[in-house]
């Protein structure tokens, strides 16, 4: 694996690692979906859907690839949104009175229910990550970052001593007489 990948994924905020991985969800589900929409309908009982899957298929690609972007925040509102569609359509599904095959229907419901829930807890938490985007950024020139006037802070530490146990055992070099220099070794400046 390589270190950089390791160390970027390890440093990225849980809401934007959600967002990555429901974008590689995404692919491989739009993925299936253009590629083999009979496997998705027949089970279903929704043949002669395939059309209207794999353009759900195309938009699940789409979304994933906007999830794995630096700022996922819209790319996974598209994916809540699509699920809502999705969820339609298995709803007219559920309710035709020629498909034998209602409860396959029902448990892709309950599955897309989950992940939609998902997709809303991700796109709610990305929105609040990613809100400073969208005004204008705040101007701080004014500010020195001290809490007081730098006149009154200078020397404010100076007597600040070292806990005993954070002590090394050797003499602070601020605190060095310096190198000593004798007949036989020679100056540093020399």
Same mark, same amino acid.
């Given at each position: 694996?390589?270190?950089?990948?390791? &160390?970027?994924?390890?440093?990225?905020?849980?809401? $934007?690692?959600?967002?990555?991985?429901?974008?590689?969800?995404?692919?491989?589900?739009?993925?299936?979906?253009?590629?083999?929409?009979?496997? !998705?309908?027949?089970? !279903?009982? +929704?043949?002669?859907?395939?059309?209207?899957?794999?353009?759900?298929?195309?938009?699940?690609?789409?979304?994933?690839?906007?999830?794995?972007?630096? %700022?996922?925040?819209?790319?996974?509102?598209?994916?809540?949104?699509? $699920?809502?569609?999705?969820?339609?359509?298995?709803?007219?599904?559920?309710?035709?009175?020629? %498909? @034998?095959?209602?409860? %396959?229907?029902?448990?892709? +419901?309950?599955?897309?229910?989950?992940?939609?829930?998902? $997709? !809303?807890?991700?796109?709610?938490?990305?929105?609040?990550?990613?809100?400073?985007?969208?005004?204008?950024? @705040? $101007? &701080?020139?004014?500010?020195?970052?001290? @809490?007081?006037?730098?006149?009154? +802070?200078?020397?404010?530490?100076?007597?600040?001593?070292?806990?005993?146990? +954070?002590?090394?055992?050797?003499?602070?070099?601020?605190?060095?007489?310096? @190198?000593?220099?004798?007949?036989?070794?020679?100056?540093?400046?020399?």
């Amino acid at each position: 694996m390589n270190r950089s990948h390791s &160390y970027m994924s390890h440093s990225l905020h849980g809401s $934007d690692r959600l967002a990555r991985g429901l974008g590689w969800f995404s692919l491989g589900l739009g993925l299936c979906q253009v590629l083999a929409p009979r496997k !998705l309908t027949k089970p !279903l009982g +929704m043949e002669g859907f395939e059309p209207m899957v794999m353009a759900c298929g195309a938009r699940e690609i789409a979304c994933g690839i906007g999830a794995l972007s630096t %700022n996922p925040t819209l790319a996974i509102w598209s994916r809540v949104g699509g $699920d809502a569609l999705d969820l339609a359509a298995l709803a007219a599904a559920l309710r035709d009175k020629h %498909n @034998p095959k209602k409860e %396959n229907v029902g448990v892709a +419901m309950a599955a897309l229910g989950a992940v939609t829930a998902l $997709d !809303l807890y991700c796109a709610t938490k990305l929105q609040k990550r990613y809100a400073y985007q969208a005004g204008p950024t @705040p $101007d &701080y020139s004014d500010r020195s970052g001290f @809490p007081h006037p730098v006149d009154s +802070m200078r020397g404010a530490a100076s007597d600040f001593e070292t806990p005993k146990d +954070m002590r090394a055992a050797l003499p602070s070099p601020a605190k060095s007489p310096g @190198p000593r220099v004798t007949p036989t070794t020679r100056s540093p400046i020399e």
